[in-house]
């Protein structure tokens, strides 16, 4: 495993889009600790010649949606809930120092 | 220093559905902001993927054309990053099973003809529009979820000419299908060119510059140049080359540099867990697979077989799906088939141009063009009168109508014609003289005086042979 | 509160009396983040909806994470604590379409993410029989409201064992369908492979009227299932003569607590008493006791994608920035509580294509491993039975959440089976210990559901418990 550094985890945070404090970064850093610890534990499972399971049922499905326009909602409950709006687009504004 | 080129092409195409790619709301080029969108488009939570139906077919029709094997087990997965034009979080693609792999695309070089093979073609769906200013970025979500094609080149493309000849290819081989707009400038179909250099005879890739924001064929030629003597400058001068995005900049003529790249990024790939592998019938794919639309190679060959037509009019013709339909509308009604095209290529291009019209908005009637070519090759009117003609045809009238209405019909008694050729000889005895003292061109002052006389409506050939006919007898 | 105790009652005036009881238990329980703002129309809705229909007049409280139009949906997270969802969940259309009032919206875990249900943005939830303790999650919102006697139906989901654990820790009955049997149109996720939605009743013939109005296909979750939805209610038989039940030994030989055991060992014998055929099985121990680790991977990682559209961008909790990136930086960062964050980052960690063959991809072959040793005990047995929890609702001091520990908790854990296959499970009252309620949880074979309503009403006439619900002094 990587070096679960300071900086490291706080890559990882940042890649999010979010930052971690100090005290989170020293929590994560224990977490991964266990979690390499449970990762043996996986290891030991004989996987070989075993596929994935994504879903719980594998049955295929042949349905398609049908290509005509059947839900479209107005451009007020589109813009509802953004914070800023612009001349009807989402705005995000430059904060002014 | 020796260098070979590399180059692969990505391409991304929106397809021509009604429909989002995973959300029953509008696609719409052009349509107020924000107004052609659900929640799904939106990335609202709770929100999940549904599959349109139409972007499969026409995925599984540009798969077909570009001679991929398609996979009737369509599966799709999850790009995660973010970025505020992509509502999710992450963008739905195929990732680990593309609907189509293999395939090929053959271009003409001035070596002959060239396979450029194909690594894949898969769907996705489209981010929103941004527009940023001094204040901020401007989101418009109505092209989120648009479905997408993305068409990946091996690295087999070796200069500017081949880029663009690939692109201009692929566009030409879509349009005919009827998939997607494949408007670069609008971007509704987008071009990103990855490029790098290496020593001749070397296997490895050298390190690349990838090119986006390429808005028109011509401009993939001129980035691809630019970028080569770039490279190429910096590797003779001992240089190394970075890693990293850069843009056409029409302006300058050159590509820039928009950021390095710092490694690979991960995408984190995983398969979409709300949407379940679907299994097409393979008798769905096998009737798209057989009504597929003609494509511009089995055109351009059946124009040069059935038609008798040379390459370059063949080729002229099919590089517009909207003139090649035209020119074989008219066909319909005229086995001239090189006259059909000689006034499709020339004419009706050059008008349509001018009133800025597709060939498919034409305003001409097709059959009313090979009307006017029986015309022309009956001699009942003359080229000059047929350049009248077809003004008025082009606003939609019958070329009988507008002969009968200016009264245009070509003099080609040849009685009436000898009379007005027997007084122009007798007005011009200086001509008659020059000729006899072996002057060609008098012949041609001749021609155009009985031409004035008859107000244009002498048949030139028959003028011709006729004043040549009278000039020997004097 | 049972669904035949409406009977002959004046729906408007149970349904203020549904508020007037959740409002004056609020201050104890702490249960609801809102209530419905416009109970008078959709009592005026109701006029549309036949007399007859199964939930007519039913006052019905939905967890955070069902999208209900034009009312507040948090989620229980800081980062959705104003959103207001434009459209409606799958089952919220149902729910009304069979006539149902939505009175309010329960606490929940944050984002789902937890089973103690302390994360809520709207702070911790209590037990009605002893209000020092945990409700349990994520649905202990729904679950205590059951419990509390303010609905005869509460909503939750279940991702890892988010209704049945509530469910056992408040007395009330928890039930979890199929996979793909409820559409999860709507539902805020958590981890879509693993996501169910679920709800909690009083009595087992409620639970099945309550499973006839929700289940379904619905087209905009392509997981949903087409299978035909049986009127449950109608068919429900206690006769276990012949029946086949197979006892966890795994689970039972971990529990500690033995007023729990010896609880379910008298409810075994009085169901081999009916007739029931009871074995013994013992699972692949090397496997359960990685149960744990597998969820965790499994669900953060498709967590951490799920929310990656929590950007504060064109809904929810934004945060100045100077830049687009630092606005969604700056929200994610104050909208996502500690644990939460730290879970994404695992999550994605264990996403990075240099990790996913030892982490995420060995969990889902792990899940395979898991699902077909459950298969092999079911395709002999119609269902499996075991104490769903070890012990009574823990004080919030001594509970544990979902986290990655050295410990080996399967006696708290095993009801992830139900959801790593998607067989259907559900939770029953079985007793009290110390004065607090316990619970039976039992599995049975895909679509079984019949089977678990069937074989839960005979524990039901057992026990005496139908419609067992905890006195609240407001």
Not at chain 3, 206 to 226: F, I, P
Request: aromatic share 6%; net charge negative; with cysteine.
């Amino acid at each position: 495993m990587e070096q679960m550094d300071k900086a490291y985890i706080q890559k990882l945070a940042n890649q999010l889009m979010f930052d971690l404090n100090d005290e989170e970064i020293l929590d994560l850093q224990e977490e991964f600790v266990t979690l390499q610890k449970q990762i043996a534990l996986l290891e030991q499972i004989d996987t070989e010649g075993v596929e994935e399971m994504i879903y719980p049922f594998e049955a295929e499905t042949s349905f398609l949606r049908e290509d005509e326009v059947s839900h479209v909602i107005s451009r007020e409950d589109a813009l509802r809930n953004a914070k800023a709006v612009m001349a009807g687009h989402v705005h995000v504004p430059k904060v002014v120092k | 220093m020796n260098y070979e080129t590399v180059i692969g092409i990505e391409i991304h195409c929106e397809l021509k559905t009604k429909t989002k790619m995973f959300s029953g709301a509008p696609v719409a080029f052009g349509a107020v902001a924000n107004s052609c969108v659900n929640e799904i488009d939106l990335g609202h939570p709770g929100t999940l993927p549904c599959v349109n139906k139409e972007a499969v077919r026409l995925a599984i029709m540009a798969a077909t054309a570009l001679h991929c094997e398609i996979d009737p087990l369509v599966k799709f997965d999850r790009k995660n990053y973010y970025y505020s034009d992509l509502p999710k979080g992450f963008q739905i693609t195929q990732q680990f099973h593309p609907i189509g792999t293999g395939g090929y695309v053959e271009i003409e070089t001035e070596t002959g003809s060239k396979q450029i093979r194909l690594e894949r073609i898969h769907m996705e769906e489209d981010t929103a529009k941004q527009f940023h200013n001094e204040e901020g970025t401007l989101i418009d979500f109505n092209r989120a979820g648009t479905p997408l094609v993305e068409i990946v080149s091996k690295a087999d493309i070796r200069s500017g000419k081949e880029a663009a000849a690939y692109v201009e290819k692929l566009r030409s081989i879509l349009n005919y299908l009827g998939v997607s707009d494949v408007k670069m400038e609008e971007g509704s179909m987008r071009c990103d060119v990855n490029i790098s250099l290496r020593e001749m005879g070397s296997r490895e890739y050298g390190v690349k510059s990838e090119i986006k924001n390429l808005t028109s064929i011509a401009n993939v030629q001129k980035a691809v140049e630019y970028e080569v003597a770039r490279q190429s400058e910096i590797l003779s001068n001992g240089g190394t080359i970075v890693q990293e995005t850069r843009r056409y900049d029409e302006a300058q003529k050159a590509t820039v540099s928009m950021r390095k790249k710092e490694g690979n990024v991960d995408y984190k790939y995983f398969p979409e867990p709300n949407i379940p592998p679907i299994r097409l019938d393979e008798a769905w794919i096998k009737e798209i697979q057989s009504h597929l639309p003609e494509l511009p190679d089995a055109r351009k060959a059946r124009y040069q077989r059935e038609y008798g037509l040379n390459d370059y009019d063949a080729d002229v013709l099919v590089a517009s799906r909207e003139l090649a339909q035209f020119f074989d509308a008219v066909c319909q009604y005229t086995k001239e088939y090189k006259m059909a095209a000689n006034w499709t290529i020339v004419e009706l291009s050059a008008a349509l141009n001018k009133a800025n019209l597709k060939a498919s908005d034409s305003p001409c009637d097709p059959k009313h063009l090979a009307d006017m070519i029986h015309m022309i090759k009956d001699a009942t009117i003359s080229s000059k009168q047929a350049k009248i003609v077809f003004e008025e045809i082009m606003k939609g009238k019958d070329p009988k109508q507008v002969v009968e209405e200016k009264g245009m019909k070509q003099m080609s008694d040849s009685t009436e014609l000898l009379k007005m050729i027997q007084e122009v000889l007798d007005n011009n005895p200086k001509s008659i003289e020059d000729f006899k003292n072996g002057k060609d061109r008098a012949i041609g002052f001749l021609v155009g005086q009985v031409m004035k006389a008859s107000k244009g409506t002498a048949n030139p050939a028959m003028t011709n042979q006729l004043i040549k006919e009278e000039l020997a007898k004097r | 509160m049972q669904l035949s105790q409406y009977h002959n009652q004046d729906v408007k005036q149970r349904v203020y009396e549904a508020l007037e009881k959740a409002k004056a238990l609020q201050p104890k329980l702490n249960a609801i983040v809102s209530f419905a703002q416009d109970i008078e129309e959709q009592l005026e809705a109701l006029k549309q909806i036949p007399k007859n229909a199964p939930l007519y007049g039913v006052p019905v409280v939905l967890k955070e994470n069902v999208n209900t139009k034009g009312l507040l949906t948090t989620a229980s997270s800081r980062i959705l604590s104003n959103y207001i969802p434009v459209y409606d969940a799958c089952i919220v259309e149902k729910l009304k379409a069979a006539g149902a009032i939505i009175i309010a919206k329960s606490s929940m875990d944050e984002l789902g993410m937890g089973g103690t249900n302390l994360s809520a943005y709207s702070g911790p939830v209590n037990n009605p029989y002893d209000l020092s303790r945990i409700s349990g999650g994520s649905s202990g919102g729904s679950a205590v409201l059951s419990a509390a006697d303010v609905s005869a139906l509460t909503i939750g989901t279940d991702t890892g064992d988010s209704v049945r654990k509530p469910a056992a820790y408040n007395g009330v009955i928890g039930m979890k369908p199929t996979y793909g049997r409820i559409s999860r149109y709507g539902i805020i996720p958590y981890a879509s492979s693993l996501d169910h939605v679920g709800y909690f009743t009083t009595s087992i013939a409620d639970a099945a009227v309550a499973l006839h109005v929700l289940a379904g296909r619905d087209d905009r979750d392509m997981t949903s299932s087409y299978r035909e939805v049986p009127a449950y209610e109608t068919l429900l038989n206690s006769d276990l003569k012949g029946k086949r039940i197979a006892i966890i030994d795994n689970v039972q030989n971990a529990i500690k607590d033995d007023a729990i055991l010896a609880n379910f060992n008298q409810l075994i014998e009085q169901l081999q008493k009916r007739g029931a055929i009871v074995e013994h099985v013992s699972l692949n121990e090397q496997l359960l006791s990685v149960l744990l680790p597998t969820y965790f991977i499994i669900a953060n990682a498709e967590a951490t994608a799920n929310h990656s559209n929590l950007d504060g961008i064109r809904f929810g909790m934004r945060e100045d920035g100077e830049s687009v990136e630092e606005v969604m930086r700056h929200s994610r960062t104050a909208g996502f509580s500690t644990n939460i964050r730290k879970r994404f980052v695992i999550g994605s960690y264990s996403l990075f294509v240099e990790n996913q063959d030892k982490l995420f991809r060995k969990a889902q072959k792990v899940r395979r491993l898991i699902v077909e040793e459950i298969k092999t005990v079911l395709d002999q047995y119609d269902i499996t039975i075991a104490s769903a929890t070890g012990s009574i609702a823990p004080h919030p001091q001594d509970s544990v959440d979902e986290k990655l520990s050295d410990t080996y908790l399967i006696a708290e854990n095993h009801m992830i089976m139900g959801n790593f296959s998607g067989y259907p499970s559900i939770t029953i009252p079985c007793g009290f210990v110390q004065g607090m309620p316990i619970g039976v949880s039992l599995m049975a074979k895909p679509f079984a559901e019949q089977t678990l309503f069937d074989i839960g009403l005979a524990i039901e006439e057992e026990t005496g418990l139908r419609g067992q619900i905890a006195e609240v002094e407001a």
